[in-house]
């Protein structure tokens, strides 16, 4: 698959953001990645949000606090798979906003089901960069050469089997 610039930018930023927030003390990325872990450590706040009338196919966006800082809202009615890409998702959008400077503007960036198959210029962004982020392309090559089992590969980056079938679509590796 060709790859537009909006697509390279946001890979290029996840790959950044693992090299630098995302290694434990050997130097490694520890997988299933803890994408909650990973927005603390970028100072971008996190909250659950309860809201009954929030409708399950809602399952995050981010706005700025009251403080001007940055927050992702998580649905919690929502399996652990999808909110680990839910908050790397939402962390996508944050982060190009704070690489861009554009940061104030920051408006809220729902995370429906729709936004998933993406033509918006930040869906594509933020999507490709969750996918970077949750699903580093150098190891899922890796352990698609040593011919790990689809439901091993499930298992060891925390996603769902859809997240995981896009991904290797992507990779051109399905
Ligand atoms: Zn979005």
Redesign the pocket.
């Known amino acids: 698959m060709q790859l537009g610039r909006t697509q390279r930018l946001a890979d290029d930023s996840a790959f950044n953001v693992l090299n630098k927030h995302c290694l434990d003390e050997n130097g490694r990325i520890s997988l299933p990645l803890d994408t909650v872990e990973v927005a603390r450590r970028l100072g971008i706040g996190l909250e659950w949000d309860d809201d009954p009338n929030m409708s399950s196919e809602r399952s995050g966006y981010s706005q700025l606090d009251s403080e001007g800082k940055p927050k992702i809202f998580v649905n919690p009615k929502q399996g652990r798979e999808r909110m680990r890409f839910t908050v790397a998702?939402?962390i996508?959008?944050i982060y190009r906003a704070m690489c861009d400077g554009t940061i104030d503007q920051l408006v809220p960036?729902?995370?429906a089901e729709l936004?998933t198959q993406?033509t918006d210029d930040?869906?594509i962004y933020?999507?490709t960069f969750a996918a970077e982020l949750v699903m580093p392309e150098a190891i899922v090559r890796r352990w698609v050469e040593e011919a790990v089992p689809f439901t091993k590969l499930m298992a060891r980056f925390g996603v769902s089997k859809s997240a995981l079938t896009n991904r290797l679509n992507n990779l051109e590796l399905a």
């Open positions: 998702h939402e996508g959008h960036h729902d995370r936004a993406g930040d869906e933020a999507n």
